[in-house]
């Protein structure tokens, strides 16, 4: 599938997700047979430079459905042709209604997808947000002195890192399931290491077209006066109310085996109890089966909890920035009521996606609560340069002592959001709600 812009014989602009199987249908038995023959050459083109970077990026710009009718070997249509014949709506799975000036300044967005063309979320984008949720959960559970001591440790390794320091996430979870190995073998008990997770697939393959902002605060040249600035792109997105599939499960054979070899037994039972709230001996005595259900469900539990303190930080910017009337605030609304729904057991939140990642909210939703969490905040966005845009960053240089307090406050800077809904209305993008069923182990 592919997405355009277009416009019908009335001049009014259209994006749309063109049905590519429908669209060779309906060109006959010889568009079927060039198209296929279309394809194969490209194919050919891509083998044989498969090792030219600068060849492969050139070919994928051509390997459209507008070259292709275009092609002196396709159908041989000029340009005013092919852009005739793709401005016909029965050819699209899905269109929007658009206003843009220029085209060439937006990109449409498409969601990823199987091979077989059906929207999924990768099993590793749950894992990521999961053991960024687990990481929260341990450090919300040490005491304070604890933590003070957690974060100190961390910040001195950036201190004397330079500008290549490892990244942050993998600090902590460096020093999180560190057992008395080598740090070559830390990787071999983190925790995450023994559950794993299935790709998301659809009960119903549903999309649809959103023009999607990205609202950003920018100061006006005073220093003082933020103004919204807004980035519009046309994103393809999963519908709100959709439903899909996954199986999460633990290996509790590979976690019995891990802890024999570990350095130290007594370091690892405490961080265990630290992550999931259970006896590790306790849990490798249970039944499998009952000792998987008892740390997915935990594993929701920290997912669920993480997820409403990002969700409080993304709302305290809205209502901070625009006012809690504001169609930012309420563009959360949606979210607010999943957060605050109890007649669902064992549900998490989640958000995926942009602003999602470690830095954009674990070292801070945790470490903003420490005085030492604060000071490796300032030191990551002085030596990451985070309070710059990219195509500033290119040889810029920052002090952490220069990183003001409403700087670390206002990241990240920027959140996106669906617009020109009915009303004025805006909408969150990139959160939703796994459940447990029962029935389902492990789902």
Same mark, same amino acid.
């Given at each position: 599938? /592919?997405?355009?812009?277009?416009?019908?014989?009335?001049?009014?602009?259209?994006?749309?997700?063109?049905?590519?199987?429908? #669209?060779?249908?309906?060109?006959?038995?010889?568009?079927?047979?060039?198209?296929?023959?279309?394809? +194969?050459?490209?194919?050919?083109?891509?083998?044989?430079?498969?090792?030219?970077?600068?060849? &492969?990026?050139?070919?994928?710009?051509?390997?459209? &459905?507008?070259?292709?009718?275009?092609?002196?070997?396709?159908?041989?249509?000029?340009?005013?042709?092919?852009?005739?014949?793709?401005?016909?709506?029965?050819?699209?799975?899905?269109?929007?209604?658009?206003?843009?000036?220029?085209?060439?300044? %937006?990109?449409?967005?498409? %969601?990823?997808?199987?091979?077989?063309?059906?929207?999924?979320?990768?099993?590793?984008?749950?894992?990521?947000?999961?053991?960024?949720?687990?990481?929260?959960?341990?450090?919300?559970?040490?005491?304070?002195?604890?933590?003070?001591?957690?974060?100190?440790? &961390?910040?001195?390794?950036?201190?004397?890192?330079? =500008?290549?320091?490892?990244?942050?996430?993998?600090?902590?979870?460096?020093?999180?399931?560190?057992?008395?190995?080598?740090?070559?073998?830390?990787?071999?008990?983190?925790?995450?290491?023994?559950?794993?997770?299935?790709?998301?697939?659809?009960?119903? +393959?549903?999309? /649809?077209?959103?023009?999607?902002?990205?609202?950003?605060?920018?100061?006006?040249?005073?220093?003082?006066?933020?103004?919204?600035?807004?980035?519009?792109?046309?994103?393809?997105?999963?519908?709100?109310?959709?439903?899909?599939?996954?199986?999460?499960?633990?290996?509790?054979?590979?976690?019995?085996?891990?802890?024999?070899?570990?350095?130290? =037994?007594?370091?690892?039972?405490?961080?265990?109890?630290?992550? #999931?709230?259970?006896?590790?001996?306790?849990?490798?005595?249970?039944?499998?089966?009952?000792?998987?259900?008892?740390?997915?469900?935990?594993?929701?539990?920290?997912?669920?909890?993480?997820?409403?303190?990002?969700?409080?930080?993304?709302? +305290?910017?809205?209502?901070?920035?625009?006012?809690?009337?504001?169609?930012?605030?309420?563009?959360?609304?949606?979210?607010?009521?999943?957060?605050? +729904?109890?007649?669902?057991? %064992?549900?998490?939140?989640?958000?995926?996606?942009?602003?999602?990642?470690?830095?954009?909210?674990?070292?801070?939703?945790?470490?903003?609560?420490?005085?030492?969490?604060?000071?490796?905040?300032?030191?990551?966005?002085?030596?990451?340069?985070?309070?710059?845009?990219?195509?500033?960053?290119?040889?810029?240089?920052?002090?952490?002592?220069?990183?003001?307090?409403?700087?670390?406050?206002?990241?990240?800077?920027?959140?996106?959001? &669906?617009?020109?809904?009915?009303?004025?209305?805006?909408?969150?993008?990139?959160?939703?709600?796994?459940?447990? %069923?029962?029935?389902?182990?492990?789902?």
């Amino acid at each position: 599938m /592919e997405t355009h812009f277009f416009s019908d014989d009335k001049n009014r602009q259209y994006c749309g997700v063109l049905d590519v199987e429908e #669209f060779v249908k309906k060109r006959g038995p010889k568009g079927i047979e060039k198209f296929s023959k279309w394809i +194969d050459r490209n194919m050919n083109d891509f083998r044989a430079n498969a090792k030219d970077n600068k060849k &492969i990026s050139m070919l994928r710009q051509k390997f459209t &459905i507008a070259n292709f009718l275009r092609d002196n070997d396709g159908l041989a249509w000029d340009r005013d042709r092919a852009e005739s014949v793709l401005s016909k709506k029965e050819i699209y799975k899905v269109r929007i209604p658009v206003k843009i000036e220029n085209r060439k300044k %937006h990109d449409i967005m498409p %969601h990823v997808k199987l091979p077989n063309n059906r929207l999924y979320i990768p099993g590793s984008s749950i894992k990521g947000a999961m053991r960024t949720a687990l990481i929260s959960t341990m450090i919300g559970r040490m005491g304070s002195q604890r933590r003070e001591d957690f974060f100190k440790k &961390i910040y001195g390794n950036v201190q004397r890192g330079g =500008k290549n320091f490892d990244d942050p996430e993998e600090m902590f979870l460096k020093e999180l399931f560190d057992f008395g190995s080598t740090n070559k073998n830390w990787q071999n008990y983190d925790f995450m290491r023994f559950i794993s997770f299935s790709d998301c697939l659809p009960y119903k +393959d549903k999309r /649809e077209l959103c023009q999607v902002a990205t609202v950003t605060l920018k100061k006006d040249r005073s220093g003082r006066k933020t103004e919204n600035k807004q980035e519009i792109n046309i994103f393809e997105v999963i519908p709100a109310q959709s439903r899909y599939l996954f199986k999460a499960s633990v290996d509790i054979d590979l976690l019995n085996a891990q802890q024999k070899k570990v350095g130290d =037994k007594n370091k690892l039972a405490e961080k265990f109890e630290l992550a #999931f709230g259970h006896s590790l001996s306790k849990i490798l005595q249970m039944d499998k089966e009952e000792a998987e259900d008892v740390l997915v469900r935990e594993l929701l539990q920290s997912s669920h909890e993480h997820g409403k303190i990002v969700f409080n930080r993304d709302m +305290d910017w809205s209502i901070k920035n625009f006012g809690d009337s504001s169609a930012e605030a309420r563009a959360l609304d949606l979210v607010e009521d999943v957060a605050s +729904d109890k007649s669902v057991e %064992h549900s998490s939140l989640i958000k995926l996606g942009y602003g999602s990642g470690f830095v954009a909210d674990t070292i801070y939703g945790v470490a903003m609560k420490s005085n030492y969490g604060k000071d490796l905040y300032r030191e990551v966005f002085a030596k990451k340069l985070l309070h710059l845009p990219i195509n500033k960053r290119k040889n810029a240089r920052e002090q952490a002592r220069n990183i003001k307090e409403s700087t670390l406050q206002g990241f990240p800077s920027s959140r996106r959001l &669906i617009i020109k809904l009915p009303g004025g209305r805006m909408a969150a993008l990139g959160w939703g709600k796994l459940y447990y %069923h029962d029935t389902l182990k492990g789902t």
